[in-house]
């Protein structure tokens, strides 16, 4: 159980472009789910969490009409990166919790994007 | 002050023995402790959590748990090279979730 999926897992695009990416629990119902960034050897770096039906909170430094994110069902996340630039290029990550943070968050496979 | 801390290693072990991988925390109302396992370009992916004071074995694994202290461990016996990854600690405190920046093991065959 606390399969969670991502689509795509891989997508190159030109800068300037934007870029939709879905996270989606498949056996569980996420209340909560987070989108994370990793750079090449750096650390997970958490960009923004979200609840069903609400909006997103972003961390500080993460431009929320960069970085648009809809919880549009309890299953279904999507994170989409508008105008990307080369300096977007990372590994996206979301994880869910079918709770609020004192549950267990289980990770998607991850996204991983290149601007050119 | 890191919310959660961790030696970046990296740590080495030969085939066999016990690696040890430790992470401090910061909020005393931290409840729920988690350790991840990451392979190189891979998402992480949970091993185990342990909520109270203790130790908690789960096959090789062990995470050990130490609220007094803000201390918590896990213990990999008969370390395997499949083993060698990045490992990361997490914390639960109340409405927040915090990682560390993670452990980096190498497993010598």
Redesign the interface.
């Known amino acids: 159980g606390a399969v969670v999926s991502q689509h795509p897992s891989r997508v190159i695009c030109k800068s300037g472009t934007s870029v939709k990416i879905e996270c989606r629990s498949l056996d569980f119902q996420a209340t909560t789910m ?1 989108w994370y960034r990793q750079f090449p050897k750096q ?2 770096m ?1 960009m923004a969490t979200s609840n069903e039906g609400s909006k997103a909170t972003y961390e500080q430094g993460v431009e929320k009409d960069k970085f648009l994110i809809n919880h549009a069902s309890l299953t279904l996340s999507t994170l989409t990166v508008t105008s990307a630039h080369p300096e977007d290029s990372s ?1 996206y ?1 979301c994880s869910a919790t079918p709770g ?3 549950e ?7 996204t991983r994007l290149l601007v050119l | 002050q890191k919310e959660v801390e961790q030696n970046s290693g990296p740590l080495s072990v030969p085939e066999g023995a016990i690696a040890s991988l430790n992470c401090t925390y910061s909020d005393r109302g931290s409840q729920s402790f988690f350790w991840y396992r990451q392979y190189s370009g891979k998402s992480p992916e949970l091993i185990m959590f342990i909520y109270s004071n203790g130790d908690k074995e789960d096959g090789r694994f062990t995470a050990q748990l130490n609220k007094a202290s803000q201390y918590v461990s896990l213990l990999i016996r008969d370390s395997q090279p499949s083993d060698s990854a990045t490992y990361l600690c997490a914390v639960n405190p109340p409405n927040q979730f915090y990682f560390g920046t993670g452990t980096s093991l190498t497993v010598i065959p």
């Open positions: 987070f650390s997970l958490l590994f990550i609020t943070f004192q267990t968050q289980y990770f998607g496979p991850g």
